[in-house]
């Protein structure tokens, strides 16, 4: 499930901010939600990942959403993941599902913007 919000910008000439909101879980698997912060240029402000998954180590989700900060580009994202690399594991979901869900806002976010 996918919901958008778009909050306008204010009298001070203020960019507007798109925010996204995704979860996903598959059968067996575990549930992740994703928030995703975006300026008017489909760039990534600010990512919050959670869910009932578990990550090792424990900060791998921070190093994630930190390297997806600026990203405006399907690439960049898939740079970010394997920033991950090989070690870090989320156990109860792939990560691969993470980096496609995130994908998937960006088009989510292009198409709010008439950028498609």
Known sequence: MISTEV???????EARMIIIRASSK???????????????????VEAIISGDFFAYPPEAVEILE????????????GQC???L???STLLGLDI???????KNLF??????????
Request: charged share 40%; aromatic share 4%; hydrophobic share 25%.
């Open 26 to 44: 598959r059968e067996g698997g575990k549930l992740v939600d994703i928030e995703v912060k975006y300026d008017d240029h489909c760039r990534i």
């Open 7 to 13: 909050m306008s910008g204010t009298s001070d000439g």
């Open 85 to 87: 690399g090989t070690e």
């Open 81 to 83: 993941f394997e920033v």
């Open 107 to 116: 088009e989510r976010c292009r198409e709010e913007l008439g950028t498609t």
């Open 96 to 102: 691969r599902d993470i980096e496609e869900l995130l």
């Open 66 to 77: 930190s390297c997806l900060k600026g990203c405006d580009t399907d690439s960049c994202v």
